[in-house]
C-alpha cells in the first residue's frame, strides 16, 4: 500500500494537515488578534474618548510663569571648591582600621600601663584582624607601630614586635 503512494502525495498531505492544524490553534487560541490583524480600516476616526469634551479636573493647564528660558550669561552658579577626593585616593580597607586601633591602643598605654598587657592586648588585636592577614603585611605595620612605640612608657624592643598571626590557623 505504501507504494502506490508518491512523494508529491505524501508531502501534500504533509502541509495540508500542517496548516490546518496551524488554522485550528490559530482560531482556537488566537481570534480575537486575527480579527484585529485582519480588519481593514477604511476610515481615519478619532476614538470616542478623543473626541469627548474635556472637562476642568484640576484646572486649566496653563505655562508656569517661573519655568522660562535663560540666556547663557544670566545664569549663576555657586562657588567652584575642590573636593578631598583625586584619581590617587585609595578607599580604607582592614590594614588602615588596624592601624586607627594600633594608634588608639598606644595612645591608651602612654599614661600608664604594663608592657605585657600592651602586648597582650596587641596579640588580640591582631587575632580580630586575622582574616584579613592575606591583606595585611606585619612588616609593614610593625614599622609603622615602632615610632608610635617611643611614646610608651616602657621600651619595645625587636623581639617584641616580633608579630606574627596564630600558627593553629595556618594548618
Known sequence: ML???????YITAVLLLT?????YV???YYLPELRAWLRIRTT???PPVAVAPMHAVIGGIQADQDNQSHDAEELQFGSAEPDDISEATL????SDDLLAEATTL????AESGTKTDFLSLLQVLLDKYEIYRD????????AVLKPMAGILPFEL???DLDLHWPAENYA
Open 157 to 159: 624592643s625587636e623581639h
Open 135 to 142: 591583606e595585611i603585611s606585619l612588616k609593614v605595620f610593625t
Open 26 to 28: 490559530g482560531l482556537k
Open 19 to 23: 496548516a490546518a492544524w496551524y488554522a
Open 3 to 9: 507504494h502506490t503512494i508518491s512523494w508529491q502525495q
Open 44 to 46: 481615519d476616526t478619532m
Open 106 to 109: 598606644v595612645n591608651a598605654f
Open 91 to 94: 578607599p580604607k580597607g582592614p
